[in-house]
């Protein structure tokens, strides 16, 4: 009995060891522009889940598999459904996400011509959005990304996620990141282990770097006066990227930094360490 009793002990931490280590999660805020944790339970290999038909993060705390489901800024408030794979069979997991209503921001940026662009300008900003909208459907598998996420720049929050945005008196889409008001200059870090997919000057939002940090979750660093780093390159948490700068749609210099799940933008805020708000 006690030799059965070893084999057994012996294969569950051989069972264990082959789990992909658990890691702090972000926090949950099930609103437009949120995260929905959903659990799936337990089981040996990670189950695999959509949302609106794309893909979600997958990973496992102490207590088993979770779907890291990023909520559109436009989703409508009310119940929907994340589609699970496990176990071979089909599921649909239901939860409910809460109405909240943005706070409203009019500013006004000096070139006009980044508010209501020529037509030359849309055809540059259609070409962009080509590789935009790649990147947020790609989907990177890493068994463990850390999304534990530093703050990427040392300075005051100047822009929260989500805002409602009047630029120059008209309207514009809301506001999909954070914004930290640093001097041209400062280093601009890694929130957090990954690769870079994309760097680039883009007409909205400056030169810009894209890292994917695994599983659907890809942050954005922009407005950068520098870069540092290119595409295929892996670089580390913390490590610098780039100089923050004034390019792009400004107002004035900064750093905006969003963060992807699902190729949606959700609060960054949700990703930050204790130690990082």
């Known amino acids: 009995m006690r030799t059965l009793l070893v084999q057994l ?14 890691h702090a999660l972000p926090r949950e805020a099930v609103v437009p522009g949120g995260l929905a944790l959903v659990r799936l339970g337990e089981a040996t290999q990670a189950p695999a889940a959509w949302f609106q038909g794309k893909r979600v993060a997958v990973l496992r705390d102490g207590q088993g598999w979770i779907a890291l489901v990023g909520l559109p800024l436009r989703l409508e408030p009310g119940t929907h459904e994340l589609r699970v794979i496990a176990h071979g069979e089909e599921t649909a997991k239901p939860f409910r996400v809460a109405a909240k ?6 500013f006004t940026v000096p070139d006009q011509r980044k508010v209501e662009p020529l037509p030359e300008d849309e055809l540059r900003i259609a070409r962009e959005q080509t590789r935009i909208d790649a990147i947020k459907a790609a989907f990177r598998d890493e068994p463990s990304p850390d999304l534990a996420f530093r703050l990427p720049a040392s300075g005051r929050l ?13 309207e514009r889409n809301p506001h999909a990141g954070i914004d930290v008001a640093v001097p041209v200059g400062t280093p601009v870090h890694a929130a957090g282990a990954g690769v870079v997919v994309d760097t680039g000057d883009f007409f909205f939002n400056g030169n810009s770097v894209y890292l994917d940090h695994g599983q659907g979750v890809v942050t954005l660093y922009c407005h950068l006066d520098r ?3 290119n595409p295929g390159e892996r670089v580390a948490a913390g490590q610098r990227i780039g ?3 004034n390019t792009g749609r400004t107002s004035g210099p ?7 799940a699902n190729g949606t933008a959700v609060d960054p805020r949700l ?7």
């Open 254 to 260: 900064h750093l905006h930094w969003t963060v992807l």
């Open 158 to 170: 100047s822009g929260n996620f989500g805002l409602r945005r009047i630029i120059n008196g008209l």
């Open 9 to 22: 002990l012996g294969i569950a931490l051989v069972w264990l060891a082959m789990l992909p280590a658990a």
């Open 227 to 229: 870069v540092d780093v």
């Open 101 to 106: 209503r943005y706070a409203l921001q009019r």
């Open 243 to 245: 100089l923050s700068g």
């Open 271 to 277: 990703f930050l360490t204790k130690a990082a708000k």
